[in-house]
């Protein structure tokens, strides 16, 4: 069984201590800081709403945009590895090909 580490974060004016698995804290703590811009946001653009009125809008928010927002980022991170597989492969080729001093 893998260990839980205890985190402590911020949403809009709270703290919660928080026990996550290691490799879950990274993407955790990126989601709760795009939640939290959210909520300024959604402060700046709707003014006199209380907290409760915030949050609900990053909840719909979330529920709504952030499947496309994050299938996005992934597949950009996909594309990004691939690159980098096709790099290190033309590297390696080019490394293979006799160059034009070897060649005379």
């Known amino acids: 069984m893998e260990e839980l580490i205890p985190i402590n974060i ?3 004016d709270r703290n919660y201590r928080l026990k996550v698995k290691p490799v879950d804290e990274e ?3 990126k989601t709760v800081k795009i939640v939290n811009a959210k909520l300024l946001e959604f402060k700046t653009n709707f003014s006199g709403k209380d ?3 915030y949050i609900a809008m990053v909840l719909l928010w ?3 945009e952030q499947p496309s927002y994050v299938s996005f980022n992934q ?3 996909d594309i990004s590895g691939k690159i980098k597989v096709l790099q290190k492969s ?3 080729n080019l490394k293979k090909v006799p160059s034009k001093n070897e060649q005379d």
């Open 75 to 77: 597949g950009l991170q």
């Open 27 to 29: 993407n955790l703590r």
């Open 90 to 92: 033309i590297a390696q």
């Open 10 to 12: 911020l949403v809009g």
């Open 62 to 64: 979330l529920a709504t």
């Open 51 to 53: 907290m409760q009125d």
